[in-house]
């Protein structure tokens, strides 16, 4: 559904990779062009949650959880998609965030909290590991919970609820060819597949890089995403019986938040 596999704060989640699966059937109702459409989104009720206190940055819901010092400078952290990440106060009420796979920008994020501490807005631009154009995401949350004195007021527990997003992110493309299938999408990610289970290499992407499909029944297949041979994700895909929405129920196996996403055949 989108070619970024950031989600939120830790890193926008990729909606191309929560599409990713076609059928075997030349008239696979997979087939075809799908734009996400985020208004109809259900996102996790499960809060993400962060703090700066003390000039050090804490990622509490990142799988695995981390901290490092919100100095502006590159820090080197394990088991993310990215290599390093720099987290800069920007002012009272905003933080800026930079990840680097090797010495290129993965995403770039500006976090900016309302006046009343209640609402958390985060601009996020992606820029693609095959060099094409960037990426752009707005996520809006609310607070759960009350603010703490003690710490930057763009800290705490945030639930998303409303998403916005270019389209050279939300569209994903698929075309079985007798038992295999491939994904494409605008900003470089690709694989072909069969329904066989086994692991297919992932192109393009920082967030995966193998992918395994299993088929349901005709209109419903289970996608499998991994990195570095860890299981990231797992999401069911269902088409409906008309053909004309798909639907995502995608399950993030790092951190136990499950959303669910809807796409339109183009």
């Known amino acids: 559904m989108s070619s970024t596999r ?3 704060f830790c890193a926008l989640v990729s909606m191309a990779a929560l599409f990713a699966a076609v059928a075997s059937s030349a008239q696979s109702p997979f087939d075809g062009t799908w734009k996400t ?3 109809r989104t259900k996102f996790s009720p499960k809060p993400l949650t962060f703090y700066i206190s003390g000039g050090w940055y804490h990622c509490v819901s990142c ?4 901290d490092v010092l919100a ?3 590159d820090h080197a952290v394990a088991g993310q998609s990215w290599d390093t990440i ?7 009420h905003t933080i800026a965030i930079i990840t680097r796979k090797g010495s290129s920008v993965d995403y770039e994020q500006t976090r900016t909290v309302s006046a009343d501490g209640k609402t958390l807005t985060v601009k996020s631009t992606g820029h693609p590991r095959s060099g094409g154009p960037p990426t752009n995401f707005v996520t809006i949350s609310r607070r759960s919970g009350s603010p703490h004195p003690d710490v930057h007021a763009t800290s705490g527990n945030w639930i998303v609820e409303h998403q916005t997003g270019s389209a050279n992110a939300l569209l994903t493309t698929y075309k079985t060819n007798g038992d295999e299938i491939t994904m494409t999408s605008p900003t470089g990610e690709s694989y072909t597949a069969k329904f066989d289970g086994n692991d297919y290499p992932v192109r393009g992407s920082y967030g995966w ?4 499909l299993r088929k349901i029944n005709s209109h419903t297949i289970e996608e499998t995403d991994k990195r ?4 990231t994700n797992v999401t069911t895909l269902i088409v409906s019986s ?3 929405t798909m639907t995502a129920v995608d399950t993030n196996k790092l951190t136990g938040r499950v959303t669910t996403f809807v796409a339109i055949k183009q």
């Open 37 to 39: 459409d985020l208004s």
């Open 228 to 231: 570095a041979g860890t299981v």
């Open 63 to 66: 799988s695995p959880a981390f």
């Open 6 to 8: 950031h989600y939120a």
């Open 71 to 73: 100095d502006g400078q």
């Open 242 to 244: 008309d053909g004309r």
């Open 86 to 92: 720099s987290v800069t106060i920007v002012d009272p």
């Open 209 to 212: 890089d193998a992918v395994s």
